[in-house]
T-cell receptor, first 109, second 114 residues
Framework: GQNIDQPTEMTATEGAIVQINCTYQ??????LFWYQQHAGEAPTFLSYNVLDGLEEKGRFSSFLSRSKGYSYLLLKELQMKDSASYLC??????????WGAGTKLIIKP | IAGITQAPTSQILAAGRRMTLRCTQD?????MYWYRQDLGLGLRLIHY???????GKGEVPDGYSVSRANTDDFPLTLASAVPSQTSVYFC?????????????FGAGSRLTVL
């Protein structure tokens, strides 16, 4: 079956760096997405990786290794507003998105 | 403001009742989706539509139906609600076929079936 694994919850300190990991087993691969979801709100797009390597976008970076079925989202200079759930999703060979359950990130001052 | 509008924001209804969740987008996206989100589970696709006039079943379609009469609207109907359909429902859209399939989500509809 298809599976996306990510930690349920993580805690980090304001100003620090945190890495959220995502491993996947899917029927084919057409890209990996990260979304941010604040409590009670809709998910919003953060990043997209289709080739191996690091994609940087401001304080957020996303890394992909297709051979290892692995990605991470790196958040630098953490701010209180970064407290949210981070969803990893993979587009499979049928162009359907498979979603992880999300990682709830708690930022402490 | 361009985006997706969902209605109602929240609803409580009795089991056995019929309910339609509305979804409208003004971005001229060709593809639209309905997801449900439950605590501890990832977003699960209920139904989707790649273009107006076509629909397809997702991972959890039973008990739900959709229609796509035009580009903008994609209503989701629960013919006879059951308590297991208590969830938060998100409508989403994308410009499928042009690069990364990035989804834009509506604000969600929280449904409680008693």
């Amino acid at each position: 079956g298809q599976n996306i694994d990510q930690p349920t919850e993580m805690t980090a300190t304001e100003g620090a760096i945190v890495q959220i990991n995502c491993t996947y087993q899917t029927s084919g691969f057409n890209g990996l997405f990260w979304y941010q979801q604040h409590a009670g709100e809709a998910p919003t797009f953060l990043s997209y990786n289709v080739l191996d390597g690091l994609e940087e976008k401001g304080r957020f970076s996303s890394f992909l290794s297709r051979s290892k079925g692995y990605s991470y989202l790196l958040l630098k200079e953490l701010q209180m507003k970064d407290s949210a759930s981070y969803l990893c999703a993979v587009e499979d060979s049928n162009y359907q998105l498979i979603w992880g359950a999300g990682t709830k990130l708690i930022i402490k001052p | 403001i361009a985006g997706i509008t969902q209605a109602p924001t929240s609803q409580i209804l009795a089991a056995g009742r019929r309910m339609t969740l509305r979804c409208t987008q003004d971005m001229r996206h060709n593809a639209m989706y309905w997801y449900r989100q439950d605590l501890g589970l990832g977003l699960r696709l209920i139904h989707y539509s790649n273009t107006a006039g076509t629909t397809g079943k997702g991972e959890v379609p039973d008990g739900y139906s959709v229609s796509r009469a035009n580009t903008d609207d994609f209503p989701l109907t629960l013919a006879s609600a059951v308590p297991s359909q208590t969830s938060v429902y998100f409508c989403a859209s994308s410009s499928r076929g042009t690069g990364a399939n990035v989804l834009t989500f509506g604000a969600g509809s929280r449904l409680t079936v008693l």
